[in-house]
């Protein structure tokens, strides 16, 4: 069973980047036919579905977003990574990183960003 | 955009059937997938592809989706049953996933 988890800074300042990586554990992440995602959730709040990277690097954003995302991968390391610039308090979020074939099959635990001064 | 349109709320008794929807605009013609959250927890999926079953999801949870609504079944609630649940699909038309506002089920 393949396992994710976030990592990242807790707390961004206002008009920083918000960077996350999702370290994934128990299987390689340049095999198979996985979409590697991520996904949001204010407090209180429903999903939000950030965007996506395909195992070949193609990828699919949020087009609210899209201005401001950024999803990579490091296979070297097993790793994809989230970047998200010029944040505001709306960006404070539980993120959650995910492997998808269509739907969403495992998760991480989830991380609480907080953007604030 | 895509919108999906999930009830707030929904009520059931132990041991009666929670039917949860999810509507949108010919939403039969999507994949439809639904998701189970508690609190402090991750979501987990219960239901993919409108009414397949991840290996270890009891088979009191079922799904169907049809015109312009998918529905989430659970039979024989149980207490355990209360949560989040929310519905997802793909759109196409803009290449991003689209999540439902959510439905929370509660066991009375």
């Known amino acids: 069973q393949v396992q994710l988890q976030e990592s990242g800074p807790g707390l961004v300042k206002p008009s920083q980047t918000l960077s996350l990586t999702c370290t994934v554990s128990?299987?390689?992440?340049?095999?198979?036919?996985?979409?590697w995602s991520w996904i949001r959730q204010p407090a209180g709040k429903g999903l939000e579905w950030i965007g996506r990277?395909?195992?070949?690097?193609?990828?699919n954003y949020n087009p609210s977003l899209k201005s401001r995302v950024t999803i990579s991968v490091d296979t070297s390391k097993n790793q994809f990574s989230l970047k998200l610039s010029s944040v505001t308090a709306a960006d404070t979020a539980v993120y959650y990183c995910?492997?998808?074939?269509?739907?969403?099959?495992?998760w991480g635990q989830g991380t609480l960003v907080t953007v604030s001064s | 955009s895509y919108v999906l349109t999930q009830p707030p709320s929904v009520s059931v008794a132990p041991g009666q059937t929670a039917r949860i929807t999810c509507g949108g605009n010919?939403?039969?013609?999507?994949?439809v997938h639904w998701y189970q959250q508690k609190p402090g927890q991750a979501p987990v999926l219960v239901v993919y592809?409108?009414?397949d079953r991840p290996s270890g999801i009891p088979e009191r949870f079922s799904g169907s989706n049809s015109g312009n609504t998918a529905t989430l079944t659970i039979s024989r609630v149980e207490a355990g049953d209360e949560a989040d649940y929310y519905c997802?699909?793909?759109?196409?038309?803009?290449?991003?996933?689209?999540f439902g506002g959510g439905t929370k089920l509660t066991v009375l």
């Open positions: 995910a492997r998808a074939i269509a739907a969403a099959e495992d």
């Open positions: 128990g299987g390689s992440i340049s095999s198979g036919s996985y979409y």
């Open positions: 990277i395909y195992t070949s690097g193609s990828t």
């Open positions: 010919n939403i039969g013609s999507k994949s």
């Open positions: 592809d409108d009414s």
């Open positions: 997802q699909v793909w759109d196409s038309s803009s290449d991003q996933g689209v």
